[in-house]
Structures are given as C-alpha cells and as structure tokens.
C-alpha cells in the first residue's frame, strides 16, 4: 500500500530549478515531519533535507543554500524546492514520513517511503 506519492522530477539543465512534491496519506499518523532522500547510481540513498512539527530544517552540506524544504499541513502535502541544479544532483529522490528519532537524514530514522521520482541534470 502506498502512503506517500512523490511528483515533480524531471530532466533539466545545469543552473535550473524543480520542485518536488510528497502527497500523504491519511493512514500516515504524523505528518508533522518529513524527509527527503536522493538516491544515485552507485550510491546508497542520502539524507537530503528534513523538517520537523517546528518548522526547522536541516540540510545536508551539499544542498544547502540551494534547496529548501517545506510543507502545507492543510493539504498533507510537503515540497522540496531545488535551485541552482548541478548534474551532481542527478538522483531517484524519495519523501519519508513517520519519524522514529535520531539523526533526521539518516535512513533509518524514518517508516515509511515514498516510491521516488527521478530527477536528472544535464551540464
């Protein structure tokens, strides 16, 4: 069963923009924190942004500056808008939901997934 929808990825050039969207659904009990994570060829999936039931984000260095989490609560829906795109941000990107405590961009610290969306940067 499928309880977060990512949308919004696509192929842009270098210096562009996307925004990245993560529907959840009501069977997710707190929807007050979220995650994103990015997973590339070769690599194993990264912490890219998070924000908590505060409203305070953290970001990994690499994105910082650059890309910005947020979320509209009425509409279950949370967002990470990516600027300034580099081919290095080449990935599958996936939303997480259900925070279990511990470092917020780290795999594990999350239940639930999303089944990605791609997002690809040509130079």
């Known amino acids: 069963q499928v309880h977060l929808v990512e949308s919004g990825g696509g192929s842009v050039q270098a210096g562009g923009s996307l925004r990245l969207s993560c529907a959840v659904s009501?069977?997710?009990?707190?929807?007050?924190?979220m995650g994103w994570f990015r997973e590339s060829t070769g690599k194993e999936r990264e912490g890219v942004a998070s924000i908590d039931s505060d409203g305070d984000s953290s970001y990994a260095s690499s994105v910082k500056g650059r890309f910005t989490i947020s979320q509209d609560n009425a509409k279950n829906t949370g967002y990470l808008e990516m600027n300034n795109l580099k081919p290095e941000d080449t990935a599958m990107y996936y939303c997480a939901a259900e925070f279990r405590g511990g470092n917020r961009l780290e795999r594990g610290s999350w239940s639930y997934w999303g089944q990605g969306t791609q997002v690809t940067v040509s130079s």
């Open positions: 009501e069977y997710i009990a707190d929807k007050t924190c």
